[in-house]
């Protein structure tokens, strides 16, 4: 395997990488970063010089990340927005909070989860609370509503 495979299989792996990261945040962006990472790679394994798999990189990437954006402000409809929001007032309960991640159940599964508010504290396991608000995969919590 000479460097230039090397570097290829580097930056296609790198793409991969940041297809995953896509997958789990859910904003689009990282999909122009892992075409300019595949666009490299290609280049690289076709004998390009490093330079020029540098410059492809970058040159994607820029042209990209404005593309993402729109397509973003394109995904964004009402039923989307009631859809993220259906989670909004749903009871969760603390499993995890030692680890420094933590962890509620929601939904018959555990979610990564985080306070609202940091002046809230640490919550114990077993505690309650309600989802206040949803970012991709991320639960934002807060106290439940006394009655």
Do not use: C
Request: proline content about 3%; hydrophobic content about 50%.
């Amino acid at each position: 395997m000479d460097s230039n495979e090397a570097v290829g299989a580097i930056f296609l792996v790198a793409g991969g990488l940041a297809v995953l990261a896509e997958i789990h945040s859910l904003t689009v962006y990282f999909l122009a970063v892992a075409a300019g990472l595949f666009a490299a790679g290609g280049l690289a394994l076709a004998g390009a010089s490093f330079t020029t798999d540098l410059a492809a990189l970058a040159v994607v990437i820029a042209l990209g990340l404005p593309v993402a954006h729109w397509w973003r402000g394109k995904l964004r409809n009402r039923a989307a927005d009631d859809l993220m929001n259906d989670d909004i007032g749903r009871p969760v309960t603390v499993v995890d909070s030692a680890s420094g991640v933590l962890r509620v159940s929601y939904r018959g599964t555990t979610w990564n989860a985080r306070l609202e508010s940091a002046e809230q504290g640490i919550p114990e396991v077993g505690e309650h609370y309600v989802i206040v608000r949803r970012e991709g995969n991320l639960l934002l919590i807060g106290p439940p509503a006394v009655r």
